[in-house]
């Protein structure tokens, strides 16, 4: 499957707890967007980045969530002691280059008790 | 920051019947694009449309993109069951980047 992947699928935390999200891109690609769905909400944009680098972070909370995209390995959407509000489902996308088309993961669904 | 919007929320429909849905801007788009949402999964792009006036089908769907581009709308013709789910429009910031940004969507039921 050369699809985009999240996993976990769904994650319980309790307040005060981190959240780590994983997201592998298509193969070959190497841009990254993170969004975030609120219930009945349409996603909005979080993050986005470019193997190891930062391109545009302006949706992202300045405080508690980091987002990185490692030479090797997955991207990591990182939010430190989350709130009940942080609870939502947060969707990887992929493209190939800057304005190509992004593909979209299954998400991940986050849970805050 | 730009804004799509979406109306009504919800459409019912019975099976076999032509829906259409449109999406809005106060700001010009240079790309409308049309996605899918099933329940529990990410979205899939259904249509892009990439100049203005165009008419872009894909199967039973057929779309076009506004000549003022600062609106797009979706058909979808004799509707079957497998076209429930939340349809979103987007469109790429104009700015250098190319994030997302998404209309609300609108949720479709069909009633078989």
């Known amino acids: 499957n050369a699809g985009v992947m999240q996993n976990p699928r769904h994650l319980v935390r309790r307040r005060g707890q981190e959240a780590r999200l994983r997201c592998s891109p298509m193969?070959?690609?190497?841009?990254v967007y993170w969004y975030r769905q609120l219930p009945e909400e349409g996603l909005k944009f979080m993050v986005y980045l470019q193997k190891e680098n930062i391109i545009d972070e302006s949706g992202m909370p300045k405080e508690r969530f980091s987002a990185e995209f490692p030479k090797e390995g997955p991207s990591i959407l990182r939010i430190q002691q989350v709130v009940r509000g942080d609870s939502a489902a947060y969707f990887c996308a992929s493209s190939l280059s800057r304005a190509d088309t992004q593909y979209f993961g299954p998400g991940t669904r986050l849970t805050v008790l | 920051g730009q804004q799509l919007n979406q109306s009504p929320q919800s459409m019912f429909i019975q099976e076999g019947e032509d829906v259409s849905m449109n999406c809005t801007s106060s700001?010009?788009?240079?790309?409308w694009l049309w996605y899918k949402q099933d329940p529990g999964e990410g979205p899939v792009l259904l249509i892009a449309l990439y100049k203005a006036g165009e008419l872009t089908s894909n199967g039973r769907l057929t779309a076009q993109f506004g000549i003022t581009r600062k609106d797009s709308f979706l058909n979808i013709s004799a509707s079957i069951p497998s076209d429930v789910g939340i349809y979103f429009c987007a469109g790429p910031d104009t700015g250098a980047n190319s994030k997302l940004t998404f209309g609300k969507g609108i949720t479709l039921s069909v009633r078989p």
């Open positions: 193969k070959g690609h190497s841009h």
């Open positions: 700001s010009i788009f240079n790309t």
